[in-house]
């Protein structure tokens, strides 16, 4: 991870905005909620009459080929070529809402501007403006909204009132998508119920409130995320807009931002760089075990062990190297690709299995010619074969399964759609490197380089026992997909889709095209139970937050 800490300050508001505000208050948002559909993506656009396409009123043409914007004041429709000229030609037009998105831009600053206000007049249309049986039309039976109660469509404070008659365990809340954002709710949901994660932020160990950083005007990350955690934990059942973690995160990722849809992969990986660097922790180093203690590192950091050999004469060069995540290959051999009629895995064909997948990783492979060892025992260029093994399992480990190909060859990508077969009880002590070290010199008991019983370093049979907890999948093509996450709670699992929650059957979770696979160590699962359970009647009363 990178030692690099950003220092960044909180953007200055938009002047535009401020005097939109100070001449019209809210009642040009309101006046806009007849004009917002919620579609079944979960997302909401601007709706014009029924049979009207929005076109840009400049060159006509429509959103198929460039991004409209409607003026907040007149509601001319212009494209992203032509918003500007809009501006310049009438004054005081600044401010227009992106009709696919329903998001704030201001032309003249050119870009896009947060507004709590706007933000509520939307959601509300999302959730107040609908009825609950509206809600469960629009995405169906398998899609119901977490809303059940006609009466909790009221107000927030029946929501908090009710909660004891609540079916599902506290902490369950949608996300907004805030324009092609199911990328960072996906991953979101996932680290929010990841056992040492919620405990960390919800016993206050960061506490934005004492932050030094968010009280000298800097983006902290961090506070944000304890500002995620509270709301999520505060027992409200309204989806939630995680926008001040989109833009601290962008600040801090900048190649990234943009409302263009994202990678959930690489948003776990910046996202987990961007707390490690905020907490200002020192340079994670594996040198004579001092490693860095920040909870990105001290929930997810373990330790992969490289042995490179040499096919001459057998001796071995052994590396470690610090790991957050492990990304896994499907076996081409084993790659089942589902019906294009019934969606389906082929019967004849069988199925990837992430034990086959973890096999592959561990199995020693030849190297290439170009990659020859430098042998000190023979003094000169050899071939070599490598293999890789687990020397350390961190608490919380994240499988990748790489389901997106890039060929420099044919200068094309596609999407691998296969099934994966994984279990909820996953046992990681074939991987470890005492195992494969064992069975390539016939099981015989004794240590090699430290790896053995009395190594602290090292992990127990215990700790190899892990159970899953939530299953991040991703549908559709390579460029137009969607993220979901499943998470399991209490025995029971739950799908999370943006704003929408449903309880779903095990065989519904099973069956979805995994993209990343978050388990917990037996352990540390019992155990997050137990300091849950009083930090949870803590908090029930009230979190006093207001950036929701």
């Given at each position: 991870?990178?030692?690099?800490?950003?220092?960044?300050?909180?953007?200055?508001?938009?002047?535009?905005?401020?005097?939109?505000?100070?001449?019209?208050?809210?009642?040009?948002?309101?006046?806009?909620?007849?004009?917002f559909?919620?579609?079944n993506?979960?997302?909401?656009?601007?709706?014009?009459?029924?049979?009207?396409?929005?076109?840009?009123?400049?060159?006509?043409l429509?959103?198929?080929?460039?991004?409209?914007?409607?003026?907040?004041?007149?509601?001319?429709?212009?494209?992203?070529?032509h918003?500007?000229?809009h501006?310049?030609?009438?004054?005081?037009?600044?401010?227009?809402?992106?009709?696919?998105?329903?998001?704030?831009?201001?032309?003249?600053?050119?870009d896009?501007?947060?507004?709590?206000d706007?933000?509520?007049?939307?959601?509300?249309k999302?959730?107040?403006?609908?009825?609950?049986?509206?809600?469960v039309?629009?995405?169906?039976?398998?899609?119901?909204?977490?809303?059940?109660?006609?009466?909790?469509?009221?107000?927030?404070q029946?929501?908090?009132?009710?909660?004891?008659?609540?079916?599902?365990?506290?902490?369950?809340?949608?996300?907004?998508?805030?324009?092609?954002?199911?990328f960072?709710?996906?991953?979101?949901?996932?680290?929010?119920?990841?056992?040492?994660?919620?405990?960390?932020?919800?016993?206050?160990?960061h506490n934005?409130?004492?932050?030094?950083?968010?009280?000298?005007?800097f983006?902290?990350?961090?506070?944000?995320?304890?500002?995620?955690?509270?709301?999520?934990?505060?027992?409200?059942?309204?989806?939630?807009?995680?926008?001040?973690?989109?833009?601290?995160?962008?600040?801090?990722?900048?190649?990234?931002?943009?409302y263009?849809?994202?990678?959930s992969?690489?948003f776990?990986?910046?996202?987990l760089?961007c707390?490690?660097?905020?907490e200002?922790?020192?340079?994670?180093l594996?040198?004579?075990?001092?490693?860095?203690?920040?909870?990105?590192?001290?929930?997810?950091?373990?330790?992969?062990?490289?042995?490179?050999?040499?096919?001459?004469?057998?001796?071995?060069?052994?590396?470690y190297?610090?790991?957050i995540?492990?990304?896994?290959?499907?076996d081409?051999?084993?790659?089942?690709?589902?019906?294009?009629?019934?969606g389906?895995?082929?019967?004849?064909?069988?199925?990837?299995?992430?034990s086959?997948?973890?096999?592959?990783?561990?199995r020693?492979?030849?190297?290439g010619?170009?990659?020859?060892?430098?042998c000190?025992?023979?003094?000169?260029?050899?071939?070599?074969?490598?293999?890789?093994?687990?020397?350390?399992?961190?608490?919380?480990?994240?499988?990748?399964?790489?389901?997106?190909?890039?060929?420099?060859t044919?200068?094309?990508?596609?999407?691998?759609?296969?099934?994966?077969?994984?279990?909820?009880?996953?046992?990681?002590?074939?991987?470890?490197?005492?195992?494969?070290?064992?069975?390539?010199?016939?099981?015989?008991m004794f240590?090699?380089?430290?790896?053995?019983?009395?190594?602290?370093?090292?992990?127990?049979?215990?700790?190899?026992?892990?159970?899953?907890?939530?299953?991040?999948?991703?549908?559709?093509m390579?460029?137009?997909?969607?993220?979901?996450?499943?998470?399991?709670?209490?025995?029971l699992?739950?799908?999370?889709?943006?704003a929408?929650?449903?309880?779903?059957?095990?065989?519904?979770v099973?069956?979805?095209?995994?993209y990343?696979?978050?388990?917990?160590?037996?352990?540390?699962?019992?155990?997050?139970?137990?300091?849950?359970?009083y930090?949870?009647?803590?908090?029930?009363d009230?979190?006093?937050?207001?950036?929701?």
């Open positions: 991870m990178s030692a690099r800490i950003s220092i960044l300050k909180h953007p200055d508001p938009c002047t535009h905005l401020s005097d939109y505000k100070l001449r019209y208050g809210t009642d040009g948002y309101k006046s806009f909620q007849n004009m559909r919620c579609f993506d979960g997302r909401i656009k601007i709706k014009l009459q029924e049979t009207e396409i929005p076109r840009c009123s400049y060159c006509s429509h959103h198929h080929h460039k991004r409209l914007y409607i003026c907040l004041i007149c509601r001319s429709i212009s494209c992203s070529s918003l500007l000229s501006t310049q030609s009438n004054k005081g037009h600044d401010l227009a809402i992106d009709v696919e998105r329903s998001e704030l831009y201001c032309s003249s600053c050119i896009q501007v947060y507004d709590p706007f933000d509520e007049a939307v959601v509300s999302q959730v107040v403006g609908l009825s609950v049986k509206d809600v039309g629009v995405r169906s039976n398998k899609k119901r909204r977490l809303l059940s109660d006609p009466q909790m469509i009221l107000g927030s029946l929501l908090v009132d009710r909660r004891e008659k609540w079916s599902f365990p506290l902490g369950l809340r949608g996300l907004n998508n805030l324009g092609s954002t199911c960072m709710n996906a991953v979101l949901q996932a680290l929010v119920h990841a056992p040492p994660l919620r405990n960390f932020w919800l016993s206050g160990q934005r409130d004492l932050c030094e950083r968010r009280s000298m005007g983006l902290c990350l961090p506070c944000d995320l304890d500002v995620i955690f509270s709301a999520m934990f505060s027992g409200d059942r309204t989806p939630y807009s995680p926008a001040h973690l989109l833009y601290s995160w962008w600040q801090h990722s900048t190649t990234l931002a943009t263009e849809q994202q990678d992969h690489e776990f990986i910046s996202l760089d707390i490690h660097e905020n200002g922790k020192s340079k994670c594996y040198k004579d075990h001092e490693e860095c203690q920040c909870i990105t590192h001290r929930a997810f950091s373990g330790l992969l062990r490289s042995d490179v050999t040499c096919t001459t004469c057998g001796s071995t060069s052994t590396t190297d610090p790991f995540d492990i990304s896994l290959t499907l081409s051999a084993m790659d089942c690709r589902k019906s294009r009629n019934s389906e895995p082929s019967v004849n064909a069988p199925m990837p299995t992430l086959g997948c973890l096999d592959l990783f561990t020693s492979e030849k190297l010619p170009d990659q020859k060892l430098n000190q025992s023979c003094g000169d260029k050899r071939e070599s074969s490598k293999q890789m093994s687990i020397r350390r399992l961190p608490p919380l480990l994240c499988l990748h399964v790489k389901r997106f190909e890039h060929s420099l044919r200068k094309a990508s596609r999407k691998i759609d296969s099934y994966l077969q994984y279990p909820f009880r996953l046992n990681m002590s074939p991987y470890l490197s005492s195992s494969i070290i064992g069975k390539r010199f016939g099981n015989r240590a090699f380089d430290g790896e053995g019983e009395h190594d602290g370093s090292s992990s127990s049979s215990s700790s190899a026992e892990f159970e899953i907890f939530a299953v991040v999948t991703h549908s559709g390579l460029a137009s997909g969607h993220y979901v996450t499943y998470l399991r709670l209490k025995g699992w739950y799908r999370c889709d943006d929408w929650i449903n309880e779903v059957e095990e065989e519904v099973r069956g979805c095209e995994c990343m696979l978050f388990y917990a160590q037996e352990r540390v699962i019992q155990k997050a139970h137990k300091e849950l359970s930090q949870v009647i803590s908090m029930a009230a979190f006093p937050f207001v950036d929701c």
